[in-house]
């Protein structure tokens, strides 16, 4: 008789649509079961995007019914509440690319009116600097803020935010997060030593992500923005799974090495139905003494991707020394010198990206 682990290794098969992971690791499957040549399979999804649930369904079917003595098969995959009804059968209506994420408030973050991912398709872009200055810039606009570094491997939120406080704990069991900068902050730096590696298998990282989620006492936030690893990885599919994302924001530079790969990061957000909130250009331009200005990746590239595809342009950030500075000193340069020019340059992009976060996508 065929037994429920090989029902699970079989459907370690599926791959969920569009990155390299398997449903089983994701923890998709809720249900299964074999009985006398029957096989049933229930399978819940955080995402209302109905072509994802369909493939997945698809491919389940397939690779079940190539099991020996199986005679009919069964896969059914729920959508959360508050999703399109019947969006996993075939034929059934697909949903809209980048259209409002329909999740019902069942797994929204304790303690928090929006979330916000911010994402690059590479590394080296800044994508953690305009994380920490844009939480920052939210801050002294007047939003409760707060900060996730979701880069398990590479933690970088301690140190340019300057905070090393391990989070205390509430009588329930609920991390606190240490503020710094008016910011509140949850990074796994806070909880190992600086020069100890995080040396995990993605499940691990899976877990503790979906820990700093919901198991942080957030305290009543207007915003927190979620600082992703580079890529389109597990911390970026545990993210979209396990919370309503209000939108993502797209960190690149104005070369075309950045601009290739940032498609990536924007169809990634499309594909699990995730509203793109826009395209933020780092390291635009770079002043010289003279007063030149010298184009030292080009310039441009991220507002022209952004009339491509089709999304707001949020604004560029040029190459200020200050800037970098402040981050090796734990001191962001939108919270020690708002008034300067570097940091007009995040306050510019904080109130695009707050316009948008108030209109419908």
């Given amino acids: 008789m065929l037994s429920h682990d090989q029902i699970l290794s079989t459907l370690k098969g599926v791959k969920y649509p569009g990155f390299s992971r398997d449903i089983v690791s994701f ?6 079961q074999a009985d006398q040549g029957f096989v049933r399979v229930v399978m819940q999804l955080t995402s209302g995007n109905a072509e994802v649930a369909r493939q997945i369904q698809s491919d389940s079917e397939t690779l079940l019914r190539r099991l020996p003595e199986v005679q009919k098969v069964t896969v059914e995959v729920r959508l959360p509440a508050g999703a399109a009804p019947g969006p996993a059968v075939p034929g059934g209506p697909a949903a809209t690319p980048g259209a409002a994420n329909p ?9 928090v009116r929006r979330v916000v991912a911010v994402a690059s398709g590479k590394g080296g872009v800044g994508k ?9 810039a939210f801050h002294q606009l007047g939003l409760r803020t707060g ?36 910011v509140r902050l949850m990074s796994i730096g806070f ?36 600082d992703l690893p580079p890529g389109t990885g597990d911390a970026q599919l ?25 498609r990536k990061g924007i169809a990634m957000f499309q594909k699990l139905n995730v509203p793109v909130l826009g395209i933020v250009e780092n390291m635009s331009y770079f002043t010289a003494p003279d ?14 991707e952004a009339r491509r595809i089709g999304v707001p342009f949020l604004g560029e950030v040029p190459l200020f020394t200050e800037i970098r500075a402040g981050g090796d000193a734990g001191a962001p340069i939108v919270a020690t010198a708002p008034n300067s020019a570097p940091a007009q340059a995040f306050f510019d992009v904080a ?10 996508h």
């Fill in 27 to 32: 923890g998709l499957v809720k249900e299964a």
């Fill in 103 to 111: 999740w019902s408030n069942q797994n929204q973050v304790p303690g």
């Fill in 128 to 136: 953690s600097t305009v994380s920490v200055n844009l939480a920052c």
């Fill in 147 to 182: 900060l996730l570094d979701c880069d398990i491997y590479g933690p970088s939120i301690p140190l340019m935010m300057g905070c090393k406080d391990r989070p205390d704990v509430t009588d329930d069991q609920k991390l606190i997060p240490p503020e710094r900068h008016g």
């Fill in 191 to 226: 909880l190992i030593d600086d020069d100890q590696p995080v040396i995990w298998r993605g499940p691990m990282i899976v877990k503790t992500i979906q820990q700093f989620l919901m198991q942080t006492h957030w305290d009543n936030l207007d915003i927190l923005l979620v």
């Fill in 238 to 262: 545990t993210l979209c799974q396990t919370v309503p994302l209000d939108g993502g924001v797209v960190v690149t530079t104005p070369q075309e090495a950045s601009l290739g790969v940032v």
């Fill in 291 to 304: 007063g030149s200005r010298v184009e030292i990746f080009g310039h441009g590239g991220g507002a022209g």
């Fill in 351 to 360: 109130r695009h990206l707050q316009t948008r976060l108030v209109q419908p």
